[in-house]
């Protein structure tokens, strides 16, 4: 959830200029991207997301949108690394906005083909939505015991747990 509060076309800009910086299988670069701004475009866009999967029936209120999402598309015969070129490409922007204190959220966007007909992205599909904005709620990461499931705590704020180091080093040559 976010607060209505504009973004500064300069950073909004900025992102997209770090991440196309992103590591790049081969240094193909197959990935493009879109940056939406207007507020009837957001609201086309936001009514075609899912969003908090995990929390359904999960709602946000209108003013507690993303005020700018940035998309990635590409064209799939271009790289036979798509899936880690639009990995690379997430994580890059993401790290990026949250240099500049704005929250994101990444999303898979559900129905490619409807979006791409939507913005007339002649070419290029859609395959991922990254929200941004000032965030309206907390985030906390705790370390997972029994679940990963992210939850709502007693303040609406979300709490994420994070397998622990221990749980994802497998190996180490380390002494």
């Given at each position: 959830?976010?607060?209505?509060?504009?973004?500064?076309?300069?950073?909004?800009?900025?992102?997209?200029?770090?991440?196309?910086?992103?590591?790049?299988?081969?240094?193909?670069?197959?990935?493009?991207?879109?940056?939406?701004?207007?507020?009837?475009?957001?609201?086309?866009?936001?009514?075609?997301?899912?969003?908090?999967?995990?929390?359904?029936?999960?709602?946000?209120?209108?003013?507690?949108?993303?005020?700018?999402?940035?998309?990635l598309?590409?064209?799939?015969?271009?790289?036979?690394f798509?899936?880690?070129?639009?990995?690379?490409?997430?994580?890059?922007?993401?790290?990026?906005?949250?240099?500049?204190?704005?929250?994101?959220?990444c999303?898979?966007?559900?129905?490619?083909?409807?979006?791409?007909?939507?913005?007339?992205?002649?070419?290029y599909?859609?395959?991922?939505?990254?929200?941004?904005?000032?965030?309206?709620?907390?985030?906390?990461?705790?370390?997972?015991?029994?679940?990963?499931?992210y939850?709502?705590?007693?303040?609406?704020?979300?709490?994420?747990?994070?397998?622990?180091?221990?749980?994802?080093?497998?190996?180490?040559?380390?002494?």
């Amino acid at each position: 959830k976010f607060k209505q509060i504009p973004l500064e076309k300069g950073t909004l800009l900025e992102l997209i200029r770090l991440g196309r910086l992103y590591s790049s299988a081969m240094n193909a670069q197959p990935i493009r991207f879109a940056l939406i701004t207007e507020q009837e475009n957001r609201d086309a866009l936001f009514s075609t997301l899912n969003w908090a999967m995990r929390l359904h029936p999960y709602k946000i209120e209108e003013n507690e949108r993303p005020m700018a999402y940035i998309l990635l598309l590409g064209k799939e015969e271009e790289s036979s690394f798509f899936d880690f070129d639009s990995g690379s490409a997430a994580a890059t922007v993401m790290l990026a906005a949250s240099g500049f204190e704005i929250e994101n959220c990444c999303l898979k966007i559900p129905n490619p083909k409807a979006v791409a007909d939507l913005f007339h992205f002649e070419g290029y599909i859609p395959y991922y939505a990254i929200a941004l904005g000032k965030g309206k709620v907390e985030s906390s990461i705790i370390d997972a015991t029994d679940s990963i499931s992210y939850y709502l705590d007693e303040n609406e704020n979300f709490v994420v747990p994070k397998r622990t180091e221990k749980d994802v080093l497998i190996y180490s040559d380390m002494e």
